[in-house]
T-cell receptor, first 114, second 114 residues
Framework: DAGVTQSPTHLIKTRGQQVTLRCSPK?????VSWYQQALGQGPQFIFQ???????QRGNFPDRFSGHQFPNYSSELNVNALLLGDSALYLC?????????????FGPGTRLTVL | AQSVAQPEDQVNVAEGNPLTVKCTYS??????LFWYVQYPNRGLQFLLK??????LVKGSYGFEAEFNKSQTSFHLKKPSALVSDSALYFCAVRALSGTYKYIFGTGTRLKVLA
């Protein structure tokens, strides 16, 4: 049973560029959440997708956008990259219809903005 | 507003001794509490969760956590530490209703000394 997978593993971009990160949820899961983890910090909630809609959003600017596909996989897009966007981006999946369920995390994508 | 505090950046414990990693939280209404562990260059791995019921929750790898409503705490414990338990531990909280957003603490690095 495949867990949560993310691609790419590492990414280097320059300021002002745009980036797309991808996530495939654990088999059977229909909800995907994205987190930003800066060095030495805990994960910060970016947004959650359920049934192809953004269900909730954290305190991130509109430069951060996402999408969920019919197969429940998801993309995170970041436009106009800033140096401060350098972080580990984590994807987590869960079962949306269950209230009392834990999230399963992928290994993350390390984004470096130069 | 929801928040999580992990007051210790690092905890050192000798192998075989009991360990405690502290977590306090603030949430409107009843909390949904988690502990996750992160190994170097890896995503977060679920350890245990508290929803309701027994205040002592047992999880993976011999870890347990004690929920204390009056002190708004959810400390992680293990009776006998192993060197392989050395990792970064995160406490997280979510209100049981009205939000899908998980709030993570800043993490506590556990170092088990042989």
């Amino acid at each position: 049973d495949a867990g949560v997978t993310q691609s790419p593993t590492h990414l280097i971009k320059t300021r002002g560029q745009q980036v797309t990160l991808r996530c495939s949820p654990k088999s059977g899961h229909d909800t995907v959440s994205w987190y930003q983890q800066a060095l030495g910090q805990g994960p910060q909630f970016i947004f959650q997708y359920y049934e192809e809609e953004e269900r909730q959003r954290g305190n991130f600017p509109d430069r951060f956008s996402g999408h969920q596909f019919p197969n429940y996989s998801s993309e995170l897009n970041v436009n106009a990259l800033l140096l401060g966007d350098s972080a580990l981006y984590l994807c987590a999946s869960s079962l949306g219809r269950l209230v009392y369920n834990e999230q399963f995390f992928g290994p993350g994508t390390r984004l470096t903005v130069l | 507003a929801q928040s999580v505090a992990q007051p210790e950046d690092q905890v050192n414990v000798a192998e075989g001794n009991p360990l405690t990693v502290k977590c306090t939280y603030s949430v409107s209404g009843n909390p949904y509490l988690f502990w996750y562990v992160q190994y170097p260059n890896r995503g977060l791995q679920f350890l245990l969760k508290y929803i309701t019921g027994d205040n002592l929750v047992k999880g993976s790898y011999g870890f347990e956590a004690e929920f204390n409503k009056s002190q708004t705490s959810f400390h992680l414990k293990k009776p006998s530490a192993l060197v392989s338990d050395s990792a970064l531990y995160f406490c997280a909280v979510r209100a049981l209703s009205g939000t899908y957003k998980y709030i993570f603490g800043t993490g506590t690095r556990l170092k088990v000394l042989a």
